[in-house]
């Protein structure tokens, strides 16, 4: 999903990854898969440079399922 208005943007993302049987067996996951959801939001505060600050919310990462993460970050891009 997208949503843009001139030259900002807002964003919305999801994704899922399922591990194999095999790779769980023989590992110490606990869970099959990895979900990630982010949302981001760009605009251009002056002429030639772009900001995307996003956050994003994963539910078992790497397939450890009480180990929940946020992270949140910051995308310039500088034109010249």
């Given at each position: 999903?997208?949503?843009k208005k001139k030259m900002d943007e807002v964003g919305l993302g999801?994704?899922?990854?399922?591990?194999?049987?095999?790779?769980?067996?023989?590992?110490?996951?606990?869970?099959?898969?990895?979900?990630?959801?982010?949302?981001?939001?760009?605009?251009?505060?002056?002429?030639?440079?772009?900001?995307?600050?996003?956050?994003?919310?994963?539910?078992?990462?790497?397939?450890?399922?009480?180990?929940?993460?946020?992270?949140?970050?910051?995308?310039?891009?500088?034109?010249?």
């Amino acid at each position: 999903f997208q949503y843009k208005k001139k030259m900002d943007e807002v964003g919305l993302g999801y994704s899922r990854a399922h591990f194999s049987s095999n790779y769980v067996k023989t590992s110490e996951l606990n869970s099959e898969a990895e979900t990630a959801l982010e949302l981001y939001y760009q605009f251009l505060p002056i002429d030639s440079v772009i900001l995307r600050p996003d956050v994003q919310f994963i539910s078992n990462p790497s397939g450890v399922a009480q180990n929940d993460a946020w992270a949140a970050g910051i995308r310039t891009v500088v034109e010249i």
